[in-house]
């Protein structure tokens, strides 16, 4: 009976597939001018890929450049489906800008990306662990978080500024911001005043100075490279989302920063940003400020504003605490922000995903879900009938395909 089931299926799958009848001619395939495809087994250390430990994030302690690496590098081979590592530049110091790609594996080019990056000033040690952490979630905990990763893929920068938050963190200098770039006998220029955007209207700051915006709008390797990602994103149309993690104030806040000047979608993103302050309220009761960019009048240069301009529709500054209470271990509070880290940075994207939908008008402004943890399907990743069937990913032609089942058939009668 089985060898009838399997020879009906095999003849339904040919039929949908629409082969050559028997009197049309079917084309000849050279198959020297075929793609060799490989499985990936070529030895014992390919086939032992899938046995890879998995790397444990230390929060014990703040996380040097070369900690980070070797996290990433370990994370990346333990789960090589779902991480890639890209170098987006290197630095003055020759360190590397990485850039971590994070995605469910399925191979949708068309998906939106959610952007987010940390450590762009040196002395804000914490927002590269909890960068850290929120890859590590995506990735070790990959099912719990599958709405996060079916909708859109996750670019995240842990470190911008490697050369600065080095310098910063091993020689205890808790007030150095910028990089480590040369300025006439002076080092330095503070990243987020270097972004092509109302650069260097009103600061004013010499070289010296830790708000120095650099010689000129984008003269840093680190702030040409983001840059250049984000307007990639929107040229290739998969802008969607983009949070930046600084230490400062417990808040959450959107563009402008340089004016603070309302806008068509203030309304949508003070909600999202809502939606989050509350997530982290209930899990850590911690109180996190949703608002505009208050307090920051005439700073230009800022990632965020660029990133507004270059037309970024969701996007959001997470500003956490920097000093840690008194009472508090190290690892108390390294461990304490991770979390509240990750629970607001999950909540902003969930809350992305919920209220906006790129074919509406950004001015379209949502109410926050009533129950705070139901989130509906969104269109963040466009609906395609363009997917992959399952014989690509095979990496077979459809033809090669059928002939295969057709032996099948044959085999089992």
């Given at each position: 009976?089985?060898?009838?089931?399997?020879?009906?299926?095999?003849?339904?799958?040919a039929a949908a597939m629409d082969l050559p009848k028997p009197d049309e001619a079917t084309p000849t395939v050279d198959w020297a001018d075929e793609p060799t495809f490989t499985l990936g087994l070529q030895d014992e250390t390919e086939l032992d890929l899938e046995d890879e430990p998995t790397p444990t994030l230390n929060l014990e302690d703040f996380y040097g450049y070369n900690g980070m690496m070797?996290?990433?590098r370990n994370l990346s081979q333990a789960y090589c489906c779902t991480?890639?590592?890209?170098s987006l530049t290197t630095t003055y110091e020759n360190r590397s800008v990485e850039l971590v790609k994070i995605s469910d594996g399925q191979g949708r080019s068309e998906k939106k990306v959610i952007l987010l990056d940390a450590g762009?000033?040196?002395?804000?040690?914490?927002?590269t662990t909890v960068a850290l952490k929120i890859v590590h979630e995506l990735v070790v905990n990959q099912d719990a978080h599958a709405r996060l990763l079916e909708s859109c893929d996750w670019y995240v920068l842990p470190m911008v500024n490697p050369?600065?938050?080095?310098?910063s963190l091993v020689q205890k200098l808790k007030l150095w911001q910028k990089n480590r770039s040369p300025h006439g006998g002076q080092y330095g220029t503070n990243l987020n005043r270097n972004y092509d955007t109302h650069w260097n209207l009103t600061e004013d700051a010499p070289?010296?100075?830790?708000?120095?915006?650099?010689?000129?709008?984008?003269?840093e390797l680190e702030t040409l490279a983001v840059g250049g990602l984000m307007r990639d994103l929107v040229e290739t149309k998969r802008e969607f989302l983009y949070i930046t993690l600084h230490t400062e104030n417990k808040s959450i806040f959107y563009p402008s920063v340089f004016d603070t000047k309302t806008g068509k979608a203030d309304g949508l993103l003070h909600a999202i940003a809502q939606l989050a302050s509350a997530a982290i309220f209930e899990k850590t009761r911690s109180v996190y400020v949703p608002s505009l960019a208050y307090g920051y009048d005439g700073v230009g240069g800022t990632s965020l504003d660029y990133a507004y301009e270059v037309g970024i529709p969701l996007l959001f500054a997470f500003e956490m605490p920097e000093m840690r209470a008194e009472a508090e271990s190290k690892t108390t509070f390294i461990t304490h922000q991770a979390m509240e880290g990750w629970e607001g940075v999950m909540h902003l994207a969930l809350g992305a995903l919920e209220m906006y939908s790129p074919s509406k008008s950004s001015s379209n402004t949502t109410n926050p879900p009533s129950d705070g943890s139901k989130h509906a399907n969104s269109t963040c990743a466009p609906a395609?009938?363009?997917?992959?069937?399952?014989?690509?990913?095979?990496?077979?032609?459809?033809?090669?395909f059928s002939a295969l089942l057709a032996y099948l058939a044959l085999a089992v009668i």
């Open positions: 009976m089985w060898r009838v089931v399997c020879l009906l299926f095999c003849i339904a799958v070797e996290y990433l991480v890639t590592r890209q762009t000033h040196g002395n804000e040690w914490i927002t050369d600065g938050y080095e310098y070289t010296h100075s830790q708000y120095y915006p650099g010689s000129s709008a984008f003269s395609t009938n363009d997917a992959p069937s399952v014989f690509g990913s095979f990496g077979l032609p459809a033809a090669t």
